[in-house]
């Protein structure tokens, strides 16, 4: 089980996605909005699903 997995919620936010990778906001946002993982927009929210962020990331 990776450190991802224990210490993040199954749905995480930009500023996850962010904190993970160690980038910054805006590259944050260009990336969940390229498509390469799916992310669902709920209200101004932006959710990931953690095990597709976790497919991307791991190949």
Excluded: C
């Amino acid at each position: 089980m990776t450190n991802i997995e224990m210490n993040y919620p199954d749905l995480l936010d930009v500023k996850d996605v962010q904190n993970i990778l160690q980038i910054g906001r805006r590259q944050a946002y260009e990336l969940v909005n390229s498509n390469v993982f799916h992310s669902v927009r709920v209200g101004r929210r932006i959710k990931i699903s953690k095990q597709s962020f976790l497919k991307w990331l791991l190949g």
